[in-house]
């Protein structure tokens, strides 16, 4: 059964704990994504990555950390620097396309991880 | 900056209307266009997809492309009750990341 997981399901964290998130993913995609979104808002991208051992910044990096040491595999670090973490994270794939193949260009979301501050 | 806009809503129509969800983007070099749906406390859900200029159609969603206006429209035909969500417009500029505009909530009143 193909599909993205994400655990935990809610998560709290204490005042400065670090805390991971895990995102897992059996599509053979090659990017993968983490977005947060709080209540009312669209989705902000934190962190992605197109391949293995490579990851970039997106809009709201800062505080967050991530790796990408297997493709089916990116988890995703909430650091003590995150003084608001309290959100929903969402991981997401895709298998990237051109020309041709652009519908292969389509992001998948994991079932999601509402973090919340203690 | 790349933009996706969305009014905020909340649309309301009621059962067994069309719903009209629209969408501007300001990236000109956008190739792929997407619509997904997101119940409360829930991930958001891929339901259109549109590549080239005008109408796709899939059961009783129709998704409306016009790139030199940079438009993209979901039309949901015989509402339901079960079609009360946000739906996320989401562009991708080729070569780059996805962008995802605020979402409109939608609620089909019985």
């Known amino acids: 059964d193909g599909g993205i997981t994400q655990s935990p399901k809610y998560l709290f964290r204490k005042e400065g704990q670090n805390v991971t998130l895990s995102c897992e993913q059996n599509l053979n995609h090659d990017a993968m994504y983490w977005y947060r979104q709080d209540p009312g808002q669209g989705l902000r991208l934190i962190y992605y990555?197109?391949?293995?051992?490579?990851?970039q910044k997106g809009d709201i990096a800062e505080g967050y950390s991530v790796s990408r040491e297997k493709k089916e595999s990116f988890p995703l670090t909430v650091t003590s620097a995150q003084k608001n973490p309290t959100a929903f994270y969402l991981c997401?794939?895709?298998?990237?396309?051109?020309?041709?193949?652009?519908?292969?260009?389509?992001?998948?979301f994991g079932a999601g991880t509402r973090l919340s501050v203690l | 900056q790349k933009e996706v806009e969305q009014n905020s809503g909340p649309l309301s129509v009621p059962e067994g209307a069309i719903a009209s969800l629209n969408c501007t983007y300001s990236?000109?070099?956008?190739?792929?266009f997407f619509w997904y749906r997101q119940y409360s406390g829930k991930s958001p859900e891929l339901i259109m997809s549109?590549?080239?200029?005008g109408d796709k159609e899939d059961g009783r969603f129709t998704a409306q492309l016009n790139k030199a206006s940079q438009y993209v429209s979901l039309l949901i035909r015989d509402s339901q009750p079960s079609d009360s969500a946000t739906y996320l417009c989401a562009v991708k500029p080729g070569g780059q990341n996805f962008v995802f505009g605020p979402g409109t909530r939608l609620s089909v009143l019985p």
């Open positions: 990236d000109r070099g956008s190739q792929s």
């Open positions: 997401a794939s895709s298998s990237e396309g051109q020309g041709a193949s652009l519908t292969k260009t389509i992001q998948y």
């Open positions: 990555s197109q391949i293995v051992n490579d990851f």
């Open positions: 549109i590549y080239s200029n």
